[in-house]
């Protein structure tokens, strides 16, 4: 079998979702986004400050209906969604606190994506990411965490048509543990298909 053949598949990616159309140094483009591309996401990742690791956020275009589109000449505005990070209440400015240098999350974001692979029709893609690897951790988790993995699967079904959907959500991190998410507590969704 070889590389492309695995592709054609029912694909399953893990990460990836911040990429960006920078090629890699051998000049090929991240697989990543080049599915991105092909798909036409309503969900997009961008670097969005000074911290060239720590400012990534998701944002949302969307249309003049309220809706979310993949279109960038059609979207009239966006919905941008920032992981959350402890801050230092004392200082005036609130600045991200510090943990042996690097700030400390209270919140990733996820993004989970199954629709048909634009590689093969026939085939399945399920993305799953975050902007850290707790938010990619986390939405592995919305299927394989024992104690959600039902109730999760049966919100999907009950909401969203589980053959092709997509999915941004919060993952809590507490104590500098990912805590899995509960799809069917609404506090944990920020946006889906519909």
């Known amino acids: 079998i070889t590389y492309a053949d695995q592709l054609t598949g029912n694909l399953v990616v893990l990460g990836g979702g911040d990429a960006d159309p920078t090629p890699l140094p051998s000049g090929d483009t991240s697989l990543v986004y080049a599915l991105q591309q092909q798909l036409n996401l309503p ?9 060239a690791e720590f400012d990534g956020e998701f ?10 589109t993949g279109d960038p000449e059609k979207a009239e505005t966006e919905e941008v969604y920032r992981p959350r990070f402890i ?5 005036p400015e609130r600045p991200r606190l510090l ?10 974001l996820a993004f989970i994506l ?31 965490d024992a104690t959600f993995r039902a109730r ?10 589980p053959e092709d959907f997509w999915i941004l959500f919060q993952v809590a991190v507490v104590a500098d543990k990912t805590i899995s998410p509960d799809l069917s507590r609404a506090a944990n969704r ?3 298909s519909s």
């Open 43 to 51: 969900v997009k990742a961008r670097l969005q400050g000074l911290d």
């Open 59 to 68: 944002y949302v275009p969307i249309d003049a209906e309220g809706k979310p």
């Open 87 to 91: 801050r230092d209440e004392k200082e």
């Open 99 to 108: 943990s042996r240098g690097v700030p400390q999350l209270s919140a990733d």
């Open 114 to 144: 199954r629709t048909g692979n634009p590689l093969n029709p026939g085939a399945k893609l399920t993305m799953l990411s975050g902007i850290f690897s707790r938010g990619t951790y986390g939405a592995v988790r919305v299927f394989t």
């Open 152 to 161: 999760n699967e049966q919100w999907l079904a009950n909401t969203l048509d």
């Open 190 to 192: 920020l946006r889906m």
